[in-house]
């Protein structure tokens, strides 16, 4: 398997290229694919450095810092003279199809799993141009910002940042309602009459800041989900951006036939 848009491509494949991600993020998406496959299992030895960066069509310098993930998050072990090998995979893996407007937290104490809320903040913040188009309110106007990191297994798995206006909820009310979960507080509210959402996943590289809240380091592959969910009558009532360590996570959707004459 050789990366699209890689560094030994050639000048008429290169104008084929759509995606322009940095090219260690895409290393780091095929070498997972590689060792969940079954391609390389669990206690199997990775081909040496050379012939992986090869087969991959990478530098040997981009697979080390593609390896570096997987190696801090426990996925490959490396034994001096000896060579690479595949761990096993993290106990905890929560697998969710995203079709369902579902928290986190409820689809983790579905599974059995304790999951705890980490470092919360509750404020009114003035909103910046991006969560004011959002959120279709004014710029400047006050929102209710929750933020916290959410911890299974004495592991983080993700960071929450939620942006509602505060005609919504002010953050008085949010201290006083929050369980854990902004998206638990919403739909037990009868009065908003939650119904849906839109949503983007986004893959990326941890920053600084989210790198020390999930104990990462910078650089390291998150899954970035955006949401904004909304009522029955199309109003606005929250923006979310959700970054979620992927080794503990697992998406997927249910797409079926248009029947559609």
């Not at 780091?28 to 087969?55: F, H, I, K, M, W």
């Amino acid at each position: 398997m050789t990366l699209p848009d890689s560094e030994t491509a050639s000048p008429a494949s290169t104008k084929l290229k759509l995606d322009h991600r940095p090219l260690y993020i895409r290393a780091v998406e095929v070498l997972r694919e590689l060792l969940e496959n079954g391609t390389y299992p669990p206690g199997s030895q990775l081909p040496p450095e050379p012939d992986l960066a090869q087969q991959l069509g990478i530098s040997r310098s981009t697979l080390r810092e593609a390896m570096r993930t997987f190696e801090e998050r426990g996925r490959i072990t490396r034994r001096r003279g000896i060579g690479t090998f595949v761990s096993q995979p993290p106990p905890l893996v929560i697998d969710s199809g995203l079709e369902t407007l579902e928290s986190i937290d409820s689809l983790v104490r579905r599974r059995g799993i304790t999951i705890d809320t980490r470092d919360l903040r509750i404020e009114s913040q003035p909103a910046s141009q991006e969560v004011a188009h959002l959120l279709q309110v004014d710029q400047g106007s006050p929102v209710t910002v929750v933020t916290r990191t959410k911890v299974a297994a004495s592991q983080p798995v993700a960071h929450m940042v939620d942006a509602l206006p505060d005609t919504i909820v002010t953050p008085q009310a949010m201290r006083e309602g929050f369980r854990g979960s902004v998206l638990d507080y919403l739909l037990e509210r009868s009065d908003l009459d939650v119904s849906h959402a839109r949503a983007n996943i986004i893959p990326l590289s941890a920053d600084k800041d989210l790198s020390a809240r999930l104990s990462l380091e910078p650089g390291a592959v998150l899954l970035l989900l955006e949401e904004t969910s909304y009522s029955a009558a199309g109003q606005v009532v929250c923006c979310s951006r959700n970054y979620f360590v992927p080794e503990f996570f697992k998406f997927h959707l249910v797409r079926r036939v248009d029947t559609r004459p």
